[in-house]
């Protein structure tokens, strides 16, 4: 009876710690990574409707993209001037990841297809692999890097 009970609360241990660790694996993001998720929907949402002040607003005074060449106002001028060549314009993105690397850094990674053309079938599609570089200022997340390659 004791070896019973005692395998019983063996069990139920287990089972706790089971649960605990699947609990926190399976658990919602921080304020501070939703957020940045936050951020990113949209920005996304501001690229497809043609807003591209909206796109710009987390996009801090510093930021720089790419080798080094790309800062703020050309980024700015590059959304613009792609989406003038596009009457739609498409993006999902899929398997992002938050990593909050300090209290006032984080870093977003992510793929994103983006699709575009004038008709209602897109004429065009690419998927990227996309790195993201959040800055704290106050409390909000603004993105101070990013880095994208073609996936494809």
Known sequence: M???LNSAVSLSAVLLVA????????SAPTDDEQ???DHLDAMSLALEEDHVRDF???IAEDFIAGTGS????????LVRRERMAREEVRIQRMNTRVELVSSDRATATF????TGGTGLIPDEGQLWNVETGW????DDWQMISAR???AL
């Open 135 to 138: 800055r704290k200022q106050e």
């Open 70 to 77: 790309l800062n703020r106002n050309a980024l700015m001028l």
């Open 35 to 37: 957020q940045i998720r």
């Open 2 to 4: 004791i070896a019973r």
């Open 148 to 150: 994208w390659e073609r």
């Open 19 to 26: 649960t605990l660790v699947l609990a926190s694996a399976c």
């Open 111 to 114: 793929q994103a297809i983006g």
């Open 56 to 58: 710009m607003r987390p």
